[in-house]
């Protein structure tokens, strides 16, 4: 007897998250921008939160961040995950702007390494029926997010600036 319900579900984008999406199926990360004041929008939005503008579009990210916060998921109402159980899910601060906070599930993470903070970088895995969707692990190098802003001037001093101040 075959088992339908045992397959995942696969994403169903709305207009505005269809670029991520496509954009993950190849493979990449990438998050809405505001062409104009080039703040990070996710959630991706009509009009950036910051300034107004309704100039968005989708751009690659490193896909480096650190745990924000997590949970472990022990019981499932969604099928295809029941052998899946228990299974970490986590909120992403991702390198490239305090509070760009992404939603996802920790692939390759032992329940006793999840923890706040820990660096972690996305990593793309197949969905039957899809292509490929993100994830993230325990970054390789263990300090990826602090010397990940190639572009700014000063990439070796302590993260300071990037704590949120309230
Ligand atoms: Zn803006």
Known sequence: MTSPASQKP???????????WEAARQGRLKIQR????RFWVH???VRCPRCGSE???FEAVSGQGRISTFTFVHRTFVAGFEGDVPYPVAWIDLVEQPGLRVFADLADTPAETVAIGLPVEVVFSERAGWGTIPSFRPAASGVATDHSSNDEPSNDGPSKDREVPS
């Open 10 to 20: 696969i994403p169903q984008p709305s207009d505005l998250a269809a670029p991520y």
């Open 34 to 37: 505001c062409r104009d004041c």
């Open 43 to 45: 959630f991706p939005d």
């Open 55 to 57: 100039h968005l579009a």
